[in-house]
């Protein structure tokens, strides 16, 4: 008997050569009818024929869908017969009846890599070759539907070859895929000097490989925006590229050509190979093996930050150089915004870099490389950009109204709610200057604009910080409309955050990182909280507070909050001299004389609770670290001094839900170190600062702990908390960066608890 159905898929189904797999699917499965994309980002499928072979196509098109393809929903209405003749992929439909998820950019695939290393295909050594399962697709997109005229693709007319796949179904591949290009129309590569004149050379990749090797730093445009590439292996190029960017020791990520050449410089596991292959193609933190590598590439880590080729241009690039892997890092003056096009990277970067290799396509939206990490053996996002943005998150009730959000300061992104979704931009930045808030405005205006969402109608959404920068776009966009903005606790929007990913309506959580706003006025970042289902919270518990002599001098000199610890434990003159056998003065820039006014600021108002500072004070008092030249350094390096380390059987103590840090400290003054390794006392400091923080929450009857905030990315920290809670009561963000890059996107969670939207 002749049945029909009619399905409707939901995901990132266009763009990514799902309606030539659905006919070959259909035709194989000898159904008729039709494939459509919907105005949105749907499919919908008309399939008529027997009832089993109908069933084997649904299973068929869950399990053989194509390598980009991501199938959020598929619902299966069973319809009469209409009589089809045959099965066709029927013209474009207009009428939005969803929202579309605009597909992030997927790493290069196999196929294509094939065909442009092949002297006999028409993309041989063709940098920009791209299919139905690969390429750009956000970094080229003005806006939806995902049409070729729609992308900066527009300025590329395809040739006759390109048009003939592009029309023909039989071209698995190419069929209507919007992106495709050949060296006869697609953009081109140039190669041009620090002030942009052109040189002529034979082949721009040979050449570019060729400088490369001799010791320049190169400017790459890529994908999402231009990158710096420089030897790896040569101390005095990367000492070079750290002066000139003035970079003194945060780590460089390195790309390599493929994984075989990745294997030769870390430790690659099973899961870290599965990342990184993945469409994502993210940079992943992996331990370093005793190779080549330069030790100035990651000075003080024992991991390396790796990705792999993710465009032909970076895989011919790498595969000319001597190494076969480079130092690859974002083109941008540190704290600035990653350039997009040639002019800003020529006037930002012409002191960095010494040549550009460069090409015709515009970049549409700014993307840098996302980076993951794994923290006791859980991939967990550093930074969430490329591959991954702007994916949303489905919320399990549709949004009153549409919100948008601007996230905290550091590591900052956007997000705007809508229907019955969250869509956090990409990774933007440290929102301190004006650049990077234009750079927050500007993407967030790109989801506003191809969403659809009217602002008179959103709520607005920012941290309760006064003196946050994001807080003056939020401002400036609710007062186009004369409303308020609508303010969120920082670590409440953390756990919002996790809450969000997992569809939870109240949750204990304890967010940990360096600098947050409190509802005291204080500064929290080592918090117990529960959130009700009303939006209700309480502060259950947290570290005690603690001073921070001279604000943010002492997030740069931790010798600062050593000094202050001190100071609220003996007072002025015993801290005095325990300061100068612990030969603090050293560790600041000031000296003794800096060391005195320290102690007497500590005495000021300015507290905080933020595990960043005590772990700041310990990676200080230890000698790990005691001068930060990027966001958690200090605290990022007492991990690597304590994995692995042993549990001296000092313990933490709490009352009244306070985790006792200066009493801790006290102890392990009072123990002193000798005959003790660096690396057990690491371990143990950061396993009860945790420990103590889960107690208080098990105490006040958690069960299970949402944990968010950058220090969520410490393993001995999540492995004490496992240890209490047992693993899978440790839930831990998954989609969502646990710095402050998850906000925006619990701000919009919270308010929706709230009932605000
Ligand atoms: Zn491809
Ligand atoms: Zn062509």
Redesign the pocket.
């Known amino acids: 008997m002749l049945e029909a159905a009619r399905i409707r898929v939901t995901g990132i189904v266009q763009g990514v050569g799902f309606r030539p797999f659905v006919y070959r699917l259909a035709k194989n499965c000898s159904l008729k009818g039709y494939v459509q994309n919907l105005g949105g980002s749907e499919v919908e499928i008309w399939v008529e024929g027997e009832k089993k072979s109908i069933i084997s196509f649904i299973e068929k098109l869950k399990n053989e869908k194509p390598r980009a393809a991501e199938l959020d929903k598929i619902e299966i209405e069973w319809v009469k017969p209409w009589g089809f003749a045959d099965f066709e992929i029927k013209r474009s439909g207009t009428v939005k009846t969803k929202l579309s998820m605009i597909p992030p950019d997927f790493g290069m695939c196999d196929d294509c890599l094939r065909e442009v290393l092949d002297p006999t295909s028409?993309w041989y050594r063709y940098p920009f070759h791209s299919c139905a399962w690969c390429g750009p697709r956000f970094t080229v997109i003005e806006h939806t539907p995902y049409d070729r005229e729609n992308t900066s693709m527009k300025f590329f007319p395809?040739?006759?070859?390109?048009?003939k796949e592009y029309s023909d179904p039989g071209f698995i591949r190419r069929f209507h895929i919007q992106g495709?290009?050949?060296?006869?129309?697609?953009p081109q590569l140039y190669l041009t000097d620090r002030n942009g004149a052109p040189i002529r050379c034979r082949d721009p990749i040979s050449e570019a490989a060729k400088l490369i090797d001799e010791g320049y730093i190169v400017a790459v445009k890529g994908l999402g925006g231009f990158h710096l590439a420089a030897l790896a292996t040569d101390d005095d190029v990367v000492k070079e590229l750290r002066r000139r960017k003035k970079r003194s020791r945060k780590p460089f990520a390195i790309m390599a050509l493929d994984l075989n050449v990745a294997r030769k410089i870390v430790y690659v596991t099973e899961e870290a190979e599965d990342l990184l292959t993945s469409s994502a193609r993210p940079i992943v933190v992996l331990p370093r093996k005793s190779y080549e590598v330069s030790k100035e590439v990651a000075p003080g880590l024992d991991t390396l930050g790796v990705i792999l080729a993710y465009t032909p241009l970076h895989y011919l690039l790498l595969n000319e150089t001597r190494d076969k892997f480079l130092i690859m890092t974002s083109g941008n003056i540190s704290g600035y915004p990653i350039s997009k096009d040639l002019d800003d990277a020529l006037k930002k970067l012409g002191d960095i870099a010494d040549f550009f290799l460069t090409h015709n396509r515009r970049i549409v939206n700014r993307a840098d490389d996302s980076v993951v990490r794994f923290t006791d053996g859980t991939p967990m996002f550093l930074r969430r950009s490329r591959g991954y943005a702007p994916r949303w998150i489905e919320v399990w009730r549709k949004l009153e109204r549409p919100a948008i959000a601007v996230g905290a300061m550091l590591n900052d992104a956007g997000a705007i709610g809508v229907e019955q979704y969250i869509i956090p931009t990409q990774y933007i930045g440290d929102v301190e200057n004006i650049e990077t808030l234009d750079y927050l405005r500007e993407a967030i205006d790109f989801l506003i604009k191809n969403y659809g969402i009217d602002i008179c109608e959103s709520k607005i959404i920012a941290d309760k910080h006064p003196n946050y920068l994001s807080l003056i776009l939020a401002r400036e966009l609710a007062s186009k409309c004369g409303s308020d903005v609508y303010r969120v606790q920082h670590h409440v929007a953390h756990i919002a955050s996790v809450m969000a990913e997992n569809d939870l309506k109240e949750a204990y959580g304890i967010a940990i990182d360096g600098i947050g706003y409190g509802d005291d006025g204080m500064i929290w970042g080592g918090e117990v909280l529960y959130i009700g289902e009303d939006g209700s919270y309480e502060r259950l518990g947290h570290l005690e507070y603690i001073p921070m002599p001279g604000g943010d001098r002492a997030t740069k000199y931790p010798a600062r909050i050593v000094a202050g610890i001190l100071y609220e434990i003996y007072g002025m003159d015993e801290a005095l001299r325990i300061s100068r056998k612990y030969r603090l003065s050293d560790k600041l820039p000031g000296g003794n004389v800096e060391l005195k006014i320290a102690l007497h600021q500590a005495s000021n108002n300015l507290k905080t609770s933020s595990i960043g500072r005590v772990l700041d004070a310990f990676s200080a008092l230890l000698g790990v670290c005691w001068e930060r030249s990027y966001e958690g350094e200090p605290a990022i390096r007492l991990e690597a001094a304590g994995l692995g380390g042993n549990h001296l059987g000092l313990t933490i103590e709490w009352e009244d839900g306070v985790v006792q840090t200066k009493e801790f400290f006290l102890s392990l003054l009072e123990r002193g170190f000798d005959g003790l390794s660096l690396r057990d006392i690491a371990y143990t400091v950061q396993y009860e600062l945790a420990r103590g923080l889960g107690i208080v929450a098990k105490e006040e009857g958690a069960k299970k702990v949402l944990v968010s905030g950058g220090a969520a990315v410490n393993t001995i920290i999540i492995k004490s908390l496992r240890e209490i809670f047992g693993k899978k009561n440790v839930v831990l963000p998954q989609r969502l960066p646990a710095s402050d890059g998850g906000i925006s996107t619990g701000q919009i969670y919270y308010a929706m608890l709230s009932g605000e939207i």
Do not use: N
């Not at 395809?158 to 048009?163: G, H, P, S």
């Not at 495709?180 to 697609?186: E, L, N, V």
């Open positions: 028409r395809l040739c006759e070859d390109c048009r495709i290009s050949c060296p006869q129309c697609g």
